[in-house]
Structures are given as structure tokens and as C-alpha cells.
Nanobody
Framework: VQLQASGGGLVQTGGSLRLSCAYS????????IGWFRQAPGKGREFVAH????????YYSNSVKGRFTISIDSAKNTMYLQMNSLEPEDTAVYYC?????????????????WGQGTQVTVSS
């Protein structure tokens, strides 16, 4: 399984960005995929996950209502639409996947990781 994240950048407070994570290697939809982020000097934090089959989603409280996670199975790509961005959202964002029906909020449960993409929100 391979994951390739893209779409980070610099944006002002209140702006929007869309992150993409292209995935390959899954033989069916029995997987879950999501995003974690890591700010300087902090641990890796759960952001959101989505199940490949049921498309059920789950968000951290800090992003609920501002971020939307989705999958385009025709393109084998997961997206994270980020709106109303705040300086506290500044971090390196990582996509991660696990070969299980449901996602979790623990980074140790994920088997596959993409490279990070930097998101910087200026005040």
C-alpha cells in the first residue's frame, strides 16, 4: 500500500485548503483512511478518518464543522477540505491507512503512512 499526500500551503486565517491523499495497493474497500497532524514541538494528533466501504466519518472536536473528509473511489483519492482555517491548524498533515473496516483515533493503529504536507495558517 502506498499513500501520497499533497495540497498543503500557506493561507490566511479564515481561508481554505484542500488536501489530497492518493492511495494504491488495497484490493477491496475493507480499509479505513484518515489524517493526522503534527505541530512543531507537539505529538501527532488525530484529525479525521473515513471508512472505505461504508464511508462513515469521524472528526476530532477541534476540526468538526470546519473540515470535511471524503473519498473518490474512481480516483483512489481521499480529500480533506479545510475551511475557516485558524493559526492553530498549522502543522504537517499526514494521511494514514489501516486494513480494517473502521478507523480509529490512535496513530499506532495505522499501518501505512504517506509523507507529510505542510499547512501554515497566518494570523
Amino acid at each position: 500500500v502506498q499513500l501520497q499526500a499533497s495540497g498543503g500551503g500557506l493561507v490566511q486565517t479564515g481561508g481554505s485548503l484542500r488536501l489530497s491523499c492518493a492511495y494504491s495497493g488495497f484490493t477491496d474497500d475493507n480499509f479505513a483512511i484518515g489524517w493526522f497532524r503534527q505541530a512543531p514541538g507537539k505529538g501527532r494528533e488525530f484529525v479525521a478518518h473515513i471508512s472505505g466501504a461504508a464511508r462513515t466519518t469521524y472528526y476530532s472536536n477541534s476540526v468538526k464543522g470546519r473540515f470535511t473528509i471524503s473519498i473518490d473511489s474512481a480516483k483512489n483519492t481521499m480529500y480533506l477540505q479545510m475551511n475557516s482555517l485558524e493559526p492553530e491548524d498549522t502543522a504537517v498533515y499526514y494521511c494514514a491507512a489501516r486494513s480494517a473496516f473502521f478507523g480509529t483515533t490512535s496513530s499506532s493503529d495505522y499501518d501505512y503512512w504517506g509523507q507529510g504536507t505542510q499547512v501554515t495558517v497566518s494570523s
